[in-house]
């Protein structure tokens, strides 16, 4: 499995729009990348998943390089609730397996 | 959709006993269920992946003995952690992946806090 690693915290304030970088050299053909959100004593919260180029949903985009060799979480105009750890993962296509790094705690500042 | 629930959200338990966790996914058919666990400040760590019908696939140094894991439907996996010790206090977290839109992606519950006297 690909090993990602992503800034250990960040940051930000209210209303601003903030982008969370994450390398994984080794990914593979059939990985995908995907980030999840995780509040403390909760079970990580999905957010968005992708392959490759653009992904946008209803709360973030994902860019992805066309080498995949990293991505970036973006999440426009933050508020205080988005303070959480962020997790960038790659999942291998063939086994579904994901394995954790530290994440990136964000914290947003009124 | 994509709903994951877990049971008991926490528990307590005397040294030497054994607890049963249960993982279901609610709205969808889970082909594939994985659990971790997560010490304070940590990470997730990845314990095991199980299939349907099938024995679960333990990650390198879990027990299999003492982390006892079921996925008898395509709704449902326990883990039973055998004559639980202290240092087995943890938040144990499922997430399960399924088939069509659910393919890929794995949706977790929301975790289970375990203590043991």
């Known amino acids: 499995l690909a090993k990602t690693t992503q800034p250990i915290s960040m940051d930000s304030y209210e209303g601003q729009e903030v982008n969370i970088t994450c390398s994984h050299n080794?990914?593979?053909?059939?990985?995908?990348i995907t980030w999840y959100q995780q509040f403390p004593s909760q079970g990580p919260r999905f957010i968005i998943q992708g392959y490759k180029t653009k992904v946008t949903n209803e709360v973030a985009s994902l860019f992805i390089p066309a080498d995949r060799k990293s991505s970036t979480l973006s999440l426009p105009r933050v508020s205080l609730s988005d303070t959480a750890v962020y997790y960038c993962l790659v999942s291998s296509g063939n086994t579904g397996k994901l394995i954790f790094g530290q994440g990136t705690t964000l914290q947003v500042k009124p | 959709g994509a709903v994951v629930s877990q049971h008991p959200s926490w528990v307590i338990c005397k040294s030497g006993t054994s607890v049963k966790i249960e993982c279901r996914s609610l709205d969808f058919q889970a082909t594939t269920m994985f659990w971790y666990r997560q010490f304070p400040k940590q990470s997730l760590m990845l314990m095991a992946t199980s299939n349907e019908g099938s024995k679960a696939t333990y990650e390198q140094g879990v027990e299999k003995d003492k982390f006892l894991i079921n996925h008898a439907s395509l709704t449902l996996s326990t883990l039973t952690v055998t004559s639980a010790h202290p240092e087995d206090s943890s938040f144990y977290i499922c997430?399960?992946?399924?088939?069509?839109?659910?393919?890929?992606?794995?949706?977790f519950g929301p975790g289970t806090r375990l203590t043991v006297l």
């Open positions: 997430s399960a992946s399924g088939t069509g839109d659910f393919t890929d992606t794995q949706y």
């Open positions: 080794n990914i593979a053909t059939n990985d995908y």
